[in-house]
């Protein structure tokens, strides 16, 4: 079946625009999880998803950075003026259930200018 | 900070040869640990876990044990070919698993 998909797969932004990175998980999987993964580091966790409920987001780095789940499918991760350090992979998974293995998705790598 | 510690790269091999990336980790509880893979041009891929204390994850000839008394999950494989060449990742579970804990990745060239 089809994996977790993931567009835009690149993004080019200027500094001080908004951008949205949509997340389309594995149908029927319960839990959703956004990462992001600066060059030649591993991902690092942002937020994750039960459902439409953000159980945690202890991992955003700052009030900049928001996402939702609206109806427990698919998922956006909405970074608002945005800034050069913002430059990364950002990668989404999914899970049939919270602790179950996590599939990824190919990422969307943003360069803000 | 980061508590997961994987070997630094890269690593080059000539094929059928032995690889071996080191893994230790930060312990609080008992996580679960993952070894995860991204070929070339692919997402991350789950290569092999292991839930609790001694126990052996495995797949396509890559094994590794979760060693409690030396917090390490160490990856090995006894003859890598070239198809192996890949970015490996370390990770724990945090807080129940849900959330992972990446290590910062250990890049792997076989040449044939």
């Known amino acids: 079946g089809a994996g977790v998909s993931q567009s835009p797969r690149y993004k080019v932004t200027k500094r001080g625009q908004d951008v949205a990175l949509r997340c389309d998980p594995i149908?029927?999987?319960?839990?959703l999880y956004w990462y992001r993964q600066a060059l030649g580091q591993g991902p690092e966790f942002l937020t994750y998803f039960n459902y439409e409920a953000q159980q945690d987001k202890s991992g955003l780095p700052n009030d900049r950075f928001s996402a939702e789940r609206p109806e427990g499918s698919i998922s956006t991760l909405t970074i608002q003026r945005t800034e050069q350090r913002d430059s990364a992979m950002y990668r989404c998974?999914?899970?049939?259930?919270?602790?179950?293995?996590?599939?990824f998705g190919p990422g969307t790598r943003l360069t803000v200018t | 900070g980061n508590s997961v510690t994987q070997m630094e790269g890269p690593v080059t091999l000539s094929e059928e040869a032995f690889l071996t990336i080191n893994c230790t980790y930060t312990a609080t509880g008992y996580p679960s640990l993952f070894w995860y893979v991204q070929y070339p041009g692919e997402g991350l891929q789950l290569l092999l876990k292991a839930t609790k204390a001694d126990d052996k994850g495995s797949n396509k000839g890559f094994e590794a044990t979760y060693r409690k008394e030396t917090t390490s999950f160490h990856l090995e494989k006894g003859s890598v070919q070239v198809s192996d060449s890949a970015v490996y990742f370390c990770a724990r579970g945090v807080q129940g698993d849900y959330k992972l804990s990446f290590g910062a990745g250990t890049t792997v060239t076989v040449r044939a």
């Open positions: 998974a999914s899970s049939y259930a919270g602790a179950g293995e996590q599939y």
């Open positions: 149908s029927g999987h319960v839990s």
